[in-house]
């Protein structure tokens, strides 16, 4: 396995394109040098088997790997046990959604702490991410990958040790790396190599096995405040950051091999193809 790159949701390119549908995905992201696509479900898992594997068939036709991103309004860290409960459900409709497409990653956000420290807010979210596995297993999709992301808003759920914790569960949890969330959650903390070593390192201590060098990234640059993320950019911006760069230099030096998905605003698959390049010139 190399490294993937690809888009989160469609590029205003592609609609600009004349694409109408979303069973011309794969063929538009292969075109634009790419290899990898997540599939937005944050409002609900709404996509029908039949499309999903005709999807499929265009995927594997054109190299593209997909993964799925789940509904947005999954809480695993609630106070109240039926939307930690429901939650269970959200991520087994996106499992069934995400074989139907092909891939085996279902990408999601823990929640917020809300009204508890952030101590119980994670022992609430270790609890539900065990029911989680156990319920994945027993409805047979036991392939899937789950990947909790790391947030950007200080009230979230989702530091990086945060995120660790949660992987730490099951061998197979992988998370979720989202670059720009970090950056944003701690005021543009992401500054220099070093500062993304850090992040690497710590991956790799915390798991200590192939999930340090296959997981999954989320890359955008994030405009922030005092709370956190605001918004998302595109990699046109020059004041709020990361850098991608140095992230692919370290990629690349590292042997790493993770899918890489840019959630830029509005031109997600021009940048995921601007880091793809800079990737490849590295080799």
């Known amino acids: ?138 409805a047979g999709f036991s392939e899937v990958t789950l990947c909790p992301e790391t947030m950007g808003k200080v009230g979230q759920l989702g530091t990086l040790d945060e995120v660790l914790a949660l992987c730490r569960v099951d061998k197979r949890i992988t998370p979720c790396i989202d670059f720009g969330h970090l950056n944003a959650r701690d005021q543009g903390c992401i500054r220099t190599k070093a500062d993304y070593a850090a992040i690497l390192d710590r991956i790799g201590e915390a798991l200590g096995d192939g999930r340090a060098r296959r997981f999954h990234v989320h890359f955008s640059k994030i405009e922030y405040t005092a709370g956190g993320e605001k918004q998302h950019l595109t990699f046109a911006d020059t004041v709020y950051g990361p850098a991608f760069e140095p992230l692919m230099e370290l990629f690349f030096e590292r042997g790493l091999e993770p899918v890489v998905i840019c959630e830029s605003a509005g031109t997600q698959a021009e940048d995921a193809a601007a880091m793809k390049r800079y990737y490849r010139e590295l080799g």
């Open 1 to 138: 396995m190399s490294v993937f790159f690809g888009t989160a949701g469609e590029s205003e390119s592609f609609r600009a394109a004349g694409h109408k549908t979303s069973l011309e995905v794969p063929a538009y992201t292969a075109g634009m040098g790419l290899d990898a696509f997540e599939y937005q479900c944050g409002r609900g898992v709404r996509l029908k088997e039949e499309k999903a594997q005709a999807i499929a068939a265009e995927a594997k036709k054109h190299g593209v790997y997909f993964s799925l991103h789940a509904p947005y309004y999954i809480s695993m860290s609630s106070m109240e046990e039926e939307k930690r409960l429901n939650s269970l459900n959200y991520i087994l409709q996106s499992a069934a959604a995400v074989r139907a497409l092909g891939g085996t990653r279902v990408i999601f956000h823990s929640g917020s702490c809300g009204k508890q420290s952030r101590e119980q807010a994670l022992a609430k979210a270790l609890d539900t991410m065990r029911r989680m596995v156990a319920a994945v297993d027993e």
